[in-house]
Structure formats: structure tokens, C-alpha cells
Nanobody
Framework: QVQLVESGGGLVQPGGSLRLSCVAS????????MSWYRQAPGKERELVAT????????TYADSVKGRFTISRDNAKNMVYLQMNSLKPEDTAVYYC?????????WGQGTQVTVAS
């Protein structure tokens, strides 16, 4: 059974940092790229960052380039999202996502709120 479990969200002031984590199970993690998405209230879910299966290539939404960093640890089945210089517009539920051979899977999400 595929599971993705996020953690690390919370309330942070503008300009602050958070590190999100996602632990994956039920599939061969090192065989697949991983992604982070987010969904703000009243908005569609949007792709934030992706990372290839070996971690060698990453891509980012323009809105987070230079502030967010996606990384992974294949030995631990973990993917991370380091978020720096957070802005109120980064407030959203953040989701871990995997597209694997037999389907696509989402975590339950973790809330990030950026407010003073």
C-alpha cells in the first residue's frame, strides 16, 4: 500500500523558514521522481517543485525559485522542501506527490501559514 506522509508545516512569520518532510512507503522510492504541490484557499492546486529519482535535477515554480529547495534521501525514503524567505502568499496546504507505475498518489497535506 502506497503511503505519503507529510510533516513540518506550521505558522511562521514573513521572512521565516520551514522545512517540510515527506516519508514514502509501499513502492521503490528511488525509482521515481517526486513532487511538492500546494493549494491555497479558493485556488487550484499548483506544482511547487519536482526532483528526479536520483536527485540530479530539480525544477521550481517561478513564484518560489531562489527561495525553496527540494531534496531527497533515497536511503530514508524521504523528500524535503526547504522554504526560506516565506511570504504571506505562500500560505497553503502543501502536498507530497508521486506518480508511479500503477497510479498517482497524494499525501494528506500539511498546512503552512505565513502571517505576522
Amino acid at each position: 500500500q502506497v503511503q505519503l506522509v507529510e510533516s513540518g508545516g506550521g505558522l511562521v512569520q514573513p521572512g521565516g523558514s520551514l522545512r517540510l518532510s515527506c516519508v514514502a512507503s509501499g513502492f521503490t522510492f528511488s525509482n521515481y521522481g517526486m513532487s511538492w504541490y500546494r493549494q491555497a484557499p479558493g485556488k487550484e492546486r499548483e506544482l511547487v517543485a519536482t526532483i528526479t529519482r536520483d536527485g540530479g535535477r530539480t525544477t521550481y515554480a517561478d513564484s518560489v525559485k531562489g527561495r525553496f529547495t527540494i531534496s531527497r534521501d533515497n536511503a530514508k525514503n524521504m523528500v524535503y522542501l526547504q522554504m526560506n524567505s516565506l511570504k504571506p502568499e505562500d500560505t497553503a496546504v502543501y502536498y507530497c506527490y508521486a506518480l508511479i507505475r500503477w497510479g498517482d498518489y497524494w499525501g494528506q497535506g500539511t498546512q503552512v501559514t505565513v502571517a505576522s
